[in-house]
């Protein structure tokens, strides 16, 4: 089984940028598709990106569309999330998540989980 580790959550200001990266443990970190989701209090989990095996695939939910881009680096057993423009409803606990078959947005279809990590966006 997979294990799933995120870091880089930080207090940001509006406008500011931040990197969010997830490392994987295993060597077949590449046979796993990727997402990212998000969840503030009051809120439900929300999508934010998915990113396939290789890589050549991605998707994002419609609130980050622009602002945020997942990469992977397989060598490393990494992927990462690319937060840019940040607004202050970006507040949430980030979690990454693996799956071996592509599930993209459907977080209840995906098997391995992190514990998250915190991301502050204020003045």
């Known amino acids: 089984q997979v294990q799933l580790v995120e870091s880089g959550g930080d207090l940001v200001r509006p406008g500011g940028s931040l990197r969010l990266s997830c490392a994987a443990s295993g060597r077949t970190f590449s046979s796993y598709y990727m997402g990212w989701f998000r969840q503030a209090p009051g809120k439900e989990r929300e999508f934010v990106a998915a990113?396939?095996?290789?890589?050549?695939?991605?998707y994002y939910g419609d609130s980050v569309k622009g602002r945020f881009t997942i990469s992977r680096d397989n060598a490393k057993n990494t992927v990462y999330l690319q937060m840019n423009s940040l607004k202050p409803e970006d507040t949430a606990v980030y979690s990454c998540?693996?799956?071996?078959?592509?599930?993209?947005?459907?977080?209840?279809?995906?098997?391995?989980w992190g514990q998250g990590t915190q991301v502050t966006v204020s003045s």
């Open positions: 990113i396939s095996w290789n890589g050549t695939r991605t």
């Open positions: 998540a693996a799956d071996r078959t592509p599930v993209r947005d459907i977080w209840s279809q995906y098997d391995y």
